[in-house]
């Protein structure tokens, strides 16, 4: 990464893991391997778990996230979160726009947008995911499938919001299979991704904007990952669940 330009943010994204004594357990083992980051160490952890999480980080330099948010402020939405529901509890980060959602709970760019904005809006600063699926890079349109959503996923928000979103490049091939992108790979994808946020938003909000790259990013890979130029820090999945894997990936963002 551009250490002059960004701070690495590097996000544990702990996906349906952990029950609140494990949450607990784990932030407490992070706490030390943390301690000393000159990177931005967030954790995004399940719902259940965020009362515990922003207790046990006060204090320390560890910021939570939740893994999603709905659109509206509240109202008739069985089994939704709002992002106001998330500030009042402390929590700073939330994640969007997860290949997973994307998959499993039919979200599109139409509604990652909507929560793009009502999380703006209660002030949480949003990791949103984009990233193409494997076919799509085989047929050689992974810029086009990038562009695309970036420019549905950032529609009508400001030049100074879009400063405060983080977006994780996540090639959708790469989550969860052991298969990395190479550094390679990363740094091509995340430096397209940041030429198009110089088009819609001009060069200084591209050159300020945090672009990670997540997708098997472990202890030994890391390194190599966050040495490119354009690759700022990592959303985690796998690695995130074990302190020491974590602590690991902290030091390699630390460099
Ligand atoms: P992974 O998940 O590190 O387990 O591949 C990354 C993610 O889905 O954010």
Request: charged fraction near 25%; glycine fraction near 10%; proline fraction near 2%.
């Amino acid at each position: 990464m551009n250490k002059k330009l960004r701070k690495a943010v590097i996000a544990g994204n702990w996906k349906m893991n952990k029950t609140r004594p494990e949450a607990f357990d784990l932030i407490e083992a992070i706490k030390p391997l943390a301690a000393n980051a000159d990177c931005e160490v967030v954790v995004c952890v399940p719902f259940t778990n965020l009362e515990t999480a922003v207790n046990a980080v006060k204090g320390t330099n560890i910021r939570v996230g939740a893994q999603n948010c709905h659109f509206e402020k509240s109202g008739a939405f069985t089994g939704e979160i709002s992002a106001d529901m998330l500030a009042e509890l402390g929590v700073e980060y939330v994640v969007l726009g997860h290949s997973e959602r994307r998959q499993y709970f039919a979200e599109t760019d139409e509604t990652v947008n909507k929560r793009l904005k009502a999380a703006l809006a209660a002030g949480l600063k949003p990791i949103v995911c984009v990233g193409e699926l494997l076919w799509e890079r085989e047929c050689g349109i992974t810029d086009e499938v990038l562009g695309k959503q970036c420019k549905l996923d950032f529609y009508g928000i400001s030049a100074d919001d879009m400063r405060k979103t983080v977006i994780a490049y996540e090639p959708v091939w790469a989550i969860g299979t052991g298969k990395t992108a190479t550094a390679e790979q990363a740094e091509e994808a995340c430096a397209y991704i940041r030429s198009v946020i110089a088009k819609l938003f001009g060069k200084d909000v591209a050159d300020a904007v945090t672009v990670q790259y997540g997708g098997s990013m472990n202890a030994k890979n890391a390194a190599e990952l966050l040495s490119k130029e354009n690759v700022d820090g990592g959303l985690i999945g796998g690695a995130s669940l074990k302190a020491p894997d974590f602590g690991e990936i902290i030091k390699a963002a630390n460099g």
